[in-house]
């Protein structure tokens, strides 16, 4: 799998402020994805490394995926900033 680190963001959703890191799987042409690097994945930046949104487009539009809770992590969320 080939990933492309874009650098760290602090990402606000509807959950809170999130310390993230940014990246860019190369996905595969196919029945849903266009293929190439155009999915974007933001992850915690801490030991959990748990993602918070995803935004790809698809073939009939663009989809978004937004972390509204978690629980029974291994380590402290240290990544989260500001709870909403």
């Not at 155009?38 to 995926?65: F, L």
Request: proline content about 5%; charged content about 25%.
């Amino acid at each position: 799998m080939y990933v492309r680190y874009l650098g760290k963001e602090v990402l606000n959703t509807k959950y809170g402020k999130f310390n993230t890191i940014k990246f860019k799987p190369l996905t595969i042409k196919g029945t849903i994805f266009e293929g190439g690097e155009q999915m974007t994945v933001w992850v915690t930046d801490d030991a959990n490394h748990v993602p918070v949104r995803i935004e790809s487009p698809i073939i009939v539009g663009k989809v978004r995926i937004d972390m509204t809770s978690f629980e029974n992590l291994r380590n402290p969320m240290t990544a989260l900033v500001k709870k909403n």
